[in-house]
């Protein structure tokens, strides 16, 4: 439902967004701003936590296949290995150090929103790997495609840890053809996709009783409290996790404990909450052969090899043009 007061004067587009999100019915936030240092940190725990098996699920693929992947992405020369949403890296540096072992010769293209996060990841590159070649792109992975457009080597595009899953389908869909309006015949892509499993190992792996994963989710509205001089009461939010086995969709949502009025000064508005009242935050996709050759083939791409995790069920597949 669209609202239809009259906006005041916003600027940057965490302002726009936090004002569209919490004056709509219902009330969303997008997860993209859950990455500021504190995030990015909470996140990465969240990462070595046992029950988010996503990241050992991918590390044990690349691990496994880093011989096989080497030879698929390097056997027509010279490469730009572009990551979206690069975030650590920790998972990539299997095939960095695999690829400079090799002496094979690409230059490493990590896109991330969070400027911390990249220039952490450019540090530890220069120490762990220092005849990679990196060249860190900040930005939205929209804005990055665009810059990457123009670059003249071939093509191997990562888009790992199922960070598709935090797209809409026909947002990941869009996002898809993009990436292929800019491919070329020889160029990859190389996408995680968490598969749909038993519900309850997807619900604890978003919802772990230490409850990082509730901080993590929390952290938009600390942003908001600190960048827009907002007075979110943190503890008065829960976090919930829902996910529906049929679409496979894991969301996250903050409930509103009580009714409260909340005060955003940077925006000039007062946000009113009734008790139970929700923001939905995050969608976390999780994926069947059906999903994924349906997304192929709405953005025009070919599968041509996949791999997969010996335990819980996750993904990596291959597109070319
Ligand atoms: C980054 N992204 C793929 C993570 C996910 O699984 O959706 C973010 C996350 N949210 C809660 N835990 C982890």
């Known amino acids: 439902m669209q609202n239809t007061n009259i906006a005041p004067v916003v600027t940057t587009e965490f302002e726009k967004e936090v004002h569209a999100g919490l004056t709509d ?5 997008s997860s993209k701003y859950f990455y500021d240092k504190k995030g990015d940190k909470l996140f990465q725990d969240i990462m070595a936590m046992p029950t988010y098996y996503l990241t050992d699920c991918e590390y044990e693929i690349l691990k496994n296949n880093k011989e096989k992947i080497t030879e698929l992405f390097a056997n027509s020369g010279t490469f730009d290995l572009i990551e979206l949403g690069a975030g650590d890296g920790k998972k990539t540096k299997i095939l960095l150090k695999e690829f400079s072992d090799k002496n094979i010769d690409f230059t490493y293209v990590p896109i991330d929103i969070s400027e911390n996060a990249l220039n952490q990841l450019h540090n530890s590159c220069k ?10 792109i900040q930005g939205t992975y929209f804005e990055a495609l665009k810059e990457i457009k123009h670059r003249k080597n071939r093509k191997v595009i990562l888009f790992l840890g199922s960070n598709i899953g935090n797209l809409e389908h ?14 070329q015949p020889n160029d990859l892509l190389l996408i995680g996709f968490d598969q749909k ?8 792996a978003y919802n772990d009783q230490e409850g990082v994963t509730a901080a993590f989710n ?3 509205l600390a ?14 939010f829960l ?3 829902v996910y529906n086995p049929e679409t496979g969709s894991a969301k996250s949502y903050l409930v509103s404990k009580i009714e409260q009025n909340i005060r955003i000064e940077a925006l000039d508005l007062t946000i009113k909450f009734k008790q139970w009242e929700t923001i939905h935050t995050e969608i976390s996709q999780k994926y069947d052969d059906q999903i994924i050759n349906w997304l192929a083939k ?7 090899t996949d791999y997969q995790s010996t335990e819980y069920g996750y993904k990596n597949c291959v597109f070319k043009k």
């Open 197 to 204: 499993k038993n519900p309850k190992t997807i619900l604890d």
């Open 298 to 304: 709405e953005s025009g791409l070919k599968m041509t």
């Open 239 to 241: 976090h919930w996790e």
């Open 218 to 220: 929390k952290n938009i």
């Open 127 to 136: 120490k762990e790997l220092p005849k990679v070649n990196v060249l860190p």
């Open 170 to 183: 026909d947002q990941a869909v869009g996002f898809m053809k993009k990436i292929q309006q800019l491919m």
């Open 25 to 29: 019915y219902p009330k969303h936030l």
């Open 223 to 236: 942003r908001i409290n600190t960048e827009l001089d907002g007075n979110f009461d943190l503890s008065q």
